[in-house]
């Protein structure tokens, strides 16, 4: 099935613990993003991703890495979790030069 | 730098109800709008956009205008079914395949 595929779905993490959410998309599309999403806040971009290799940071990058060792794949990983972290992360993805985005499923984490 | 504002939500309608959720932007240059849908439980799905001045987006009954003189991309719908409950997006971006500004979103609710 083409499209995104997060995982987990959901999440308990423990403060404190490392965590690392996967994203792959099949679609081949050169350009990766992660948001949270937060009531109130909409969506806001953590890092994003133009093409296999490259990474740069969004509106809120702190406390989050990511990277992206080939075009399908781009993982996020939060080395030390805080329960401000708790939100529900979405990845998506495009192709440059056209408009729109593909986003996954979501994952819910909760930081306790 | 660039930025979308929503009207706050929860937005509750009956069933046939004329939808209209006022979305308005600033941006540095010149931006392509667009409105996302998420369904609850999923990630956010491309509802309709337009790229220029006075183009209408449209889709599933839904329509926006892009109003330069407004800086606007209000979303309205004739007729809201039960269906239509889900949280809205508007967003921004300045080039194709450029990152999406979000707004804070707006909770739709359709009882029958």
């Known amino acids: 099935i083409a499209g995104i595929t997060q995982a987990p779905t959901s999440q308990i993490l423990a403060a404190g613990r490392r965590m690392t959410l996967r994203c792959t998309q099949d679609m081949r599309h050169n350009a990766m993003y992660w948001y949270r999403q937060d009531l109130g806040l909409g969506l806001r971009l953590i890092h994003y991703s133009n093409t296999a290799g490259t990474t740069g940071k969004g509106e809120v990058p702190d406390g989050y890495s990511v990277s992206r060792a080939n075009t399908d794949d781009f993982p996020l990983t939060l080395a030390s979790a805080v329960p401000s972290q708790t939100s529900v992360y979405f990845c998506?993805?495009?192709?440059?030069?056209?408009?729109?985005?593909?986003f996954g499923s979501g994952t819910r984490l909760t930081v306790v | 730098g660039n930025s979308v504002t929503q009207m706050e939500g929860p937005v509750t309608l009956s069933e046939e109800a004329f939808l209209t959720i006022n979305c308005t932007y600033t941006?540095?240059?010149?931006?392509?709008l667009f409105w996302y849908v998420q369904y609850p439980g999923e990630g956010l799905q491309l509802l309709l956009k337009a790229t220029k001045a006075d183009d209408k987006g449209s889709n599933k009954g839904f329509e926006a205008t892009y109003r330069k003189e407004t800086t606007s991309f209000h979303l309205e719908k004739g007729s809201v079914q039960v269906s239509d409950s889900a949280v809205y997006f508007c967003a921004l971006a300045l080039n194709a395949g450029n990152m999406l500004t979000f707004g804070g979103g707006t909770r739709l609710m359709v009882k029958p």
């Open positions: 998506a993805s495009s192709v440059t030069g056209s408009y729109g985005y593909t």
């Open positions: 941006a540095t240059g010149y931006p392509s």
